[in-house]
């Protein structure tokens, strides 16, 4: 990480405070210094794709929310086309409203005499 008076120091943190670890001096210190170096590296492209999926997994979360809006929408429709009411976030059949005799209003009559003689 560093090069001080020609010796090569590593520096990490631990908890608030940041270490000077001494590595060494010599060939030794250059090749641990350029496997440092590698290292940093590699973990930058690690950093950067993560970010690249991250960014892409936000637009597939995004487009999958708004579908599911969409379906929301095109379900509410259906139901209530179809004859039913939402109550309480439950859906459920609306039924005909009747009278005491059990005749659907707007009928005429009793269900079982039929109209004339």
């Known amino acids: 990480m560093a090069w001080k008076n020609g010796y090569y120091y590593r520096n990490s943190r631990q908890g608030d405070k940041v270490m000077s ?68 976030r439950q859906w459920r059949k609306q039924r005909d409203k009747t009278d005491r005799s059990g005749n659907t209003e707007g009928s005429e009559g009793s269900a079982g005499t039929g109209s004339g003689s």
């Open 21 to 88: 670890e001494y590595v060494g001096t010599g060939p030794l210190a250059d090749i641990i210094a350029q496997e440092d170096a590698a290292e940093r590296l590699r973990n930058r492209a690690k950093r950067e794709l993560l970010k690249r999926q991250a960014a892409e997994q936000d637009a597939i979360d995004a487009a999958v929310d708004t579908a599911g809006v969409a379906l929301y929408a095109l379900v509410d429709a259906a139901l209530l086309v179809n004859g039913y009411r939402q109550r309480k």
